[in-house]
């Protein structure tokens, strides 16, 4: 399975930036929607943390630091996960990162849960 980040970038506090992760090799008879997906970030120097996540059946799920800012969402028939956010703060710069697990759910969402991870695309916000 490789997933790839687009969309990330410089962008000013109170702004919003939509990124993309597409999802190819997830096998024969598979496609995206038969895995959870979500976005992490890390911050330089800090863990990485769960931002959103979205489960084969279409529940989401948001970290308190982002509800309300932000939604994720799927194209199933694209194989494509999104993240739309708003209302950027300085504290939102970090690396985003996709993730995807046929087994993952959202009851814990931890990064050990994920087997699969893009590279990242970085989003600045100043």
């Known amino acids: 399975v490789q997933l790839v980040e687009s969309g990330g970038g410089s962008v000013q506090a109170g702004g919003s930036v939509r990124l993309s992760c597409t999802a190819s090799?997830?096998?024969?008879?598979?496609?995206?929607?038969?895995?959870?997906m979500a976005w992490f970030r890390q911050p330089p120097g800090k863990e990485r943390e769960v931002v959103a996540a979205i489960d084969t059946d279409g529940t989401t799920k948001y970290s308190d630091s982002v509800k309300g800012r932000a939604t994720i969402s799927r194209d199933n028939a694209d194989n494509t996960l999104y993240l739309q956010m708003s209302s950027l703060k300085p504290d939102d710069s970090a690396m985003y990162y996709c993730?995807?697990?046929?087994?993952?759910?959202?009851?814990?969402?931890?990064?050990?849960?994920?087997?699969?991870w893009g590279r990242g695309t970085q989003v600045t916000v100043s």
């Open positions: 090799g997830l096998g024969y008879g598979y496609t995206a929607i038969r895995y959870c």
């Open positions: 993730a995807a697990d046929a087994w993952a759910t959202l009851a814990t969402l931890a990064v050990s849960d994920f087997s699969y």
